[in-house]
């Protein structure tokens, strides 16, 4: 395992990381989440990554289980607050009220005294930016909360969490948790990647495999059992289009000459930016532990021609000239 820095931090993340988005708590089983973090754990993965919105609360209660006989000091555990968690108003946003509430249901949940990033899930409009910050800082202070960050913020929105902190002497926020991955780049490469060069903050980011279609597992339709074909996630459907498999394809020549699966290259190409500090992964089962970890073995094999090629199938580069 490689370990990056977060950002301009001295907290190392490993490169890869292990989520427990939509699986963890609902679709699989306890002790398929079980062996899978451990799968992850022994190949030298150290950060985790949940919410409390995942699978309505459950997902930090799997985790909570877990980690509850491994050494804490080991882990770097992070989660999320903002998505409405009930009927009641105040169950839901940035507001200090809903910060403070939501990290004590969170730390209760995963049986742990403190989180090493807590993540402001979206931008809240309805709740004033120096109020988010002043809790975050609070729950800093209080030793809840190692690093605050972001996920899904516009560069402008850090920026002014930053100018804020920096203002009134408050912890600033140390990392962004954005989309990422071959088929959505635009505001990662152009907007925060800069911003997170100017302002010193990690990237740890999500989707690498776009929902499964990097894997190449809907090349030829959609399989009984994946995540598409569930009745809760045909949502997704719309983001499969003949182009992106028509790309798929292309790319799993690549992986062929290289001597890895498509997945494993889609996930190694993020890692071509020193701002990604880890790329969440996910899993239903260890042997995709396994092989996603594999990815580690691809980034030296990434050479400016390699990379040249990938760029020309994907057609997708934001910083390529018109």
Known sequence: MNYRSLGRS???????SLGFWVTYGSQVGFETA???MMAAYEHGVNFFDNAEVYA???????MGKIIADMDRSKLVISSKLYWPMSDDPNDRGLSRKHIMES???SLKRLGTDYLDMYFCHRYDDETPLEETVRAMDDLVHQGKVLYWGTSEW?????????NIANQWGLYRPQVEQPQYNMFHRHRVENELAPNARDLGYG???WSPLASGILTGKYNDGIPAGSRMGLEDMQWLRKYITQEKLDKVKLLAE????LGCTTAQLSIAWLLRLPEVSSVITGASRAEQVHENMKALEVVPKLTPDVLERIEKILQNDPNAEE
Not at 10 to 16: D, E, R, W, Y
Not at 254 to 257: E, F, M, N, Q, T
Request: glycine share 16%.
């Open 56 to 62: 309505g609360k459950g997902a930090e209660e799997v």
């Open 103 to 105: 990290v004590e249901g």
């Open 10 to 16: 001295g907290l190392k993340v490993s490169a890869l």
């Open 34 to 36: 079980k062996s899978c």
């Open 154 to 162: 516009r560069a402008g929105q850090i920026s002014n969490a930053y």
């Open 203 to 205: 990237m740890v980011v």
């Open 254 to 257: 690549v992986a062929g000459d």
